[in-house]
């Protein structure tokens, strides 16, 4: 399988001070369904927002299609574009994300940017608006939508570029579960045409859904495990130990005086 995104040794302190990644690596192919999950402040957003090159790394290496990029790569236009084209980043809170006056607009933003003609640009938008069934919301502003319109247009923003690869932050963080529902059955279908999906999450009912290569980050932020869904989600001490899970004792009385019982959670559960 060809590597479309891979970290190699990438540390990332956040004022040169707090550590977020701690010596990761990490290869994603082409085509893959992968969950990045870790408990809060485990270094996931910063993960996804290294490997979109919204951040660049104090030590390490990020590379892109087999070639390490860094932020002086950005400087040449035509590396700009083709990456900025190819790999797309959704946030995990859309209002960051939007910022035109109506839904429209933001569907056309990216690939007038890239130098699509109008027609092309209204012609893709309003195909994504179709497959997100927010036809009915074209000339709304974005402050008028509910969080799962908002997350419908913020991810439509990034469709409209056709990217080869989609990285997706807490996705489902927020949202109803009807919508929730509808944005699996969407990564699936995205997935299935051939495009790369990356999720961040520390929900790990979506872990099971999507059933794709799960890497878990530590509170040391460092990569604990990386293997398929089942035999991460079947290993509760490892789950334990990076605080994805924990342990609920509650106490009552049982014929032979006080019985104690220990049940594990999922966090939000």
């Not at 980043?89 to 109506?102: A, N, R």
């Not at 607009?105 to 940017?113: A, K, N, R, Y």
């Not at 179709?130 to 991810?155: F, H, T, V």
């Not at 990285?167 to 944005?183: H, I, M, N």
Request: charge should be negative; proline fraction near 4%.
């Amino acid at each position: 399988m060809e590597t479309i995104l891979a970290l190699k040794g990438a540390t990332y302190k956040y004022y040169e001070k707090i550590t977020a990644l701690n010596g990761v690596s990490l290869s994603i192919g082409r085509g893959q369904r992968v969950a990045v999950i870790g408990a809060n402040g485990s270094g996931k957003s910063s993960l996804l927002q290294v490997l979109a090159g919204l951040m660049f790394p104090q030590s390490g290496e990020v590379f892109f299609q087999g070639a390490p990029f860094t932020e002086k790569s950005f400087k040449d236009v035509e590396f700009l574009r083709h990456f900025r084209t190819a790999v797309g980043y959704v946030f995990q809170h859309s209002d960051v994300q939007l910022f035109c006056p109506t839904v429209y607009d933001e569907l056309v933003f990216g690939p007038l940017q890239m130098g699509m003609d109008e027609g092309e640009a209204s012609g893709r938008a309003m195909e994504i608006m179709g497959m997100l069934d927010i036809e009915a919301l074209r000339d709304r502003p974005p402050y008028m939508l509910s969080g799962g319109e908002k997350k419908k247009a913020a991810i439509g923003s990034v469709l409209t570029m056709n990217p080869e690869v989609i990285l997706l932050d807490e996705p489902t963080s927020g949202l109803d579960p009807r919508t929730q529902a509808f944005l699996v059955e969407l990564l699936f279908a995205i997935n299935d045409s051939g495009k790369t999906i990356v999720v961040s999450t520390h929900d790990l009912a979506l872990v099971e859904e999507l059933q794709g290569e799960t890497v878990v980050l530590s509170e040391g932020h460092t990569i604990e495990r990386a293997g398929a869904a089942d035999d991460i989600l079947s290993d509760e001490e490892m789950l334990l130990r990076v605080n994805l899970i924990h342990e609920h004792f509650h106490r009552h009385k049982g014929p032979g005086g006080s019985i104690t019982h220990v049940h594990r959670h999922a966090h939000g559960d």
